[in-house]
């Protein structure tokens, strides 16, 4: 039972551009998300997080945007850069499930130049 | 530095012989957390401790075990039950009732 999901594997874009990486949720209890970013054979890294009680959170060229009525977040970078190439994961925090972190299966975000 | 530092980086063993994965963080969190990463799969929870002596399983709990004897330490064994245990292995700690987590930098295990 998957209650965090990361639909797209991949997601190529160009320099410059936005990237969009998109995070579906199923447990409405979830009160915090978080978005990690993880380079191979190293431990992720944190990104931004937002609040279940709010709708954006903003941190530099990075936008997290959360949907409650359809349990649908989203990471805006806004621009891309090579650097920002890298694994994404959207976590989910469950405060009545012991404090844990509930992890997508990851986004594989490459930036060409 | 304060961190959590997980060893060895890469660990090879023989099928049937347990294994024990070290993490340790002088971050003074109460919380510790131990993932598993497979291809495609995400992370996924094994075991995590909120607090000394007192440890949960997670959704993958099977053929592991933990302790934490120690807020500093939270080692896991992997057990000759555990049927598919070459993975990376990445350890977590985070201050109680905060949701931010900081992640050790993993130990490859592979199993031959």
């Known amino acids: 039972d998957q209650q965090v999901k990361q639909n797209s594997p991949s997601l190529s874009v160009q320099e410059g551009r936005i990237s969009i990486l998109n995070c579906d949720y199923t447990?409405?209890?979830?009160?915090?998300f978080l978005w990690y970013k993880k380079y191979p054979a190293e431990g992720p890294t944190f990104l931004i997080s937002?609040?279940?009680?709010?709708d954006k959170n903003e941190d530099g060229r990075f936008t997290v945007f959360l949907n409650k009525s359809a349990k649908h977040l989203s990471l805006h970078i806004v621009p891309s850069q090579p650097g920002d190439s890298a694994v994404y994961f959207c976590a989910a925090h469950s405060y009545n499930q012991g404090g844990k972190l509930i992890f997508g299966q990851g986004t594989e975000l490459s930036v060409k130049p | 530095d304060g961190g959590i530092t997980q060893s060895p980086k890469y660990l090879f063993r023989k099928e049937g012989q347990n294994v024990t994965l070290s993490c340790e963080q002088n971050l003074n969190h109460d919380a510790m957390y131990w993932y598993r990463q497979d291809p495609g799969q995400g992370l996924r929870l094994i075991y995590y401790?909120?607090?000394?002596?007192?440890?949960q399983k997670g959704d993958i709990a099977e053929g592991y075990s933990v302790s934490r004897e120690k807020k500093e330490s939270f080692p896991l064994t992997v057990t000759s039950a555990q049927k598919n245990p070459t993975a990376f292995y990445l350890c977590?700690?985070?201050?109680?009732?905060?949701?931010?987590?900081?992640f050790g930098q993993g130990t490859r295990l592979t199993v031959v």
């Open positions: 977590a700690s985070s201050i109680k009732g905060h949701t931010e987590a900081f």
């Open positions: 937002i609040s279940s009680i709010k």
């Open positions: 401790s909120q607090i000394v002596n007192d440890f």
């Open positions: 447990n409405s209890m979830f009160d915090y």
